[in-house]
């Protein structure tokens, strides 16, 4: 790993020498982004879904060529679970280029009685297909961009043809014919664990869809580690949903049933 031995330093105004107590761990993948990540939710400080987290992290880092030791990183986890301060929360592993492991604990964010959605316009590069990088700049933009205009988040559609994608840090998924409907792993989206899960609950398929088709869905849900599954209320100008339909708190409900299933007592 990069160290900062004797080159110039300021963090928020202050210089920092050497000499200082503070350990920094300040690299190039830090510095640029070039790094992989993953997100868990704890439950009672115990985790959900670990061992597919760490095959997900694993594969990410395979696929930018940053060596991994999973042996390390599972015991790490283990300590982390233990450590955090909340017994409810999400936990972040960021792994950089330079080899530096930085776990963080985080706020749950509040549930939603229904989200509103803003399609943005979204190109994903095709170098980073597969896997869940710290280069979520254009995510983050997508996501000011939809708040600045009074919606909750962004809903990211390709660029050239408004066929849906997923939103900055979550899955979309939409209700039809008595399926939940996900776009196909193929257009680029992340492979979300949880949209793994969902298949175990309840009928779910996979399609390509433009944003224009959502007008006659039955409902539309959105899902992540740390947010679960949450209904969506309306998406841009495109459709609005019920998210107190029946359809709509069934698949949920099922999605969660299968998400208790999946919280780990015991990390060895």
Not at 74 to 86: G, Q
Request: proline content about 6%; some cysteine; charged content about 25%.
């Amino acid at each position: 790993m990069t160290t900062v031995a004797t080159l110039a330093l300021m963090i928020d105004g202050r210089l920092v020498s050497a000499g200082d107590d503070v350990v920094l761990g300040l690299d190039d993948g830090l510095v640029r982004g070039d790094g992989v990540f993953e997100g868990i939710r704890l439950y009672d400080h115990r985790p959900r879904t670990p061992r597919e987290h760490l095959d997900r992290l694993s594969l990410s880092a395979e696929n930018v060529g940053i060596p991994l030791d999973r042996a390390l990183v599972e015991a790490e986890l283990a300590e982390f679970c233990r450590a955090t301060v909340l017994p409810d929360c999400g936990v972040r592993l960021m792994v950089t280029r330079g080899g530096q492991r930085i776990w963080r604990e985080e706020v749950l964010p509040p549930p939603s009685p229904g989200l509103r959605l803003m399609p943005v316009a979204h190109r994903v590069s095709p170098l980073l297909v597969g896997a869940k990088t710290l280069s979520y700049a254009a995510n983050m933009q997508g996501q000011r961009m939809a708040r600045a205009a009074g919606y909750d988040d962004a809903l990211m559609v390709r660029a050239d043809d408004d066929v849906i994608l997923e939103g900055p840090v979550w899955s979309f998924g939409w209700l039809e014919d008595g399926h939940l409907v996900f776009p196909p792993l193929e257009v680029g989206v992340l492979d979300s664990i949880t949209r793994r899960l969902a298949f175990e609950a309840i009928p779910v398929r996979t399609r390509a869809a433009t944003l224009a088709e959502l007008e006659g869905a039955e409902g539309a849900l959105l899902l992540s580690s740390v947010q679960e599954a949450q209904p969506v209320a309306q998406v841009g100008d495109v459709a609005r949903f019920d998210p107190s339909s029946r359809a709509v708190t069934d698949a949920i409900a099922a999605i969660r049933e299968v998400i208790a299933d999946r919280i780990v007592d015991d990390l060895g």
